[in-house]
């Protein structure tokens, strides 16, 4: 199984940007997807993560009301979209698939990881 993240890149603040982590090898549409990221000398930090369906979604305080969670089985990709970026959002963003969303309350509980995307927001 490969996660593969895009869509990272340099943003002023107050931008918005999408990122998109596309599953390949075998389907995920059982496994709860989502995002965490990292910021240099920080700790992987838990941001968003969506149900099996999509129906279900949970955030970090630090993103809830600028960052929307999504995903298409369909097309085996999971979306964050996120608006209103401020300087402190500047992280590397990982996408990640777990057995349940519960799972996304700590790093080691997920099955499968994908390579970072790096977000930058100029103030």
């Known amino acids: 199984v490969q996660l593969q993240a895009s869509g990272g890149g340099l943003v002023q603040a107050g931008g918005s940007l999408r990122l998109s982590c596309v599953v390949s090898?075998?389907?995920?549409?059982?496994?709860?997807l989502g995002w965490f990221r990292q910021a240099p000398g920080k700790e992987r930090e838990f941001i968003a993560t969506?149900?099996?369906?999509?129906?279900?979604?949970y955030y970090a305080d630090s993103v809830k009301g600028r960052f929307t969670i999504s995903r298409d089985n369909a097309k085996n990709t999971v979306y964050l979209q996120m608006n209103i970026l401020k300087p402190e959002d500047t992280a590397v963003y990982f996408c990640a698939a777990g057995a349940t969303m519960t799972t996304f309350l700590y790093a080691a509980g997920m099955d499968y990881w994908g390579k970072g995307t790096q977000v930058t927001v100029s103030s």
């Open positions: 969506v149900s099996w369906s999509g129906g279900g979604t």
């Open positions: 090898g075998r389907t995920l549409n059982s496994h709860a």
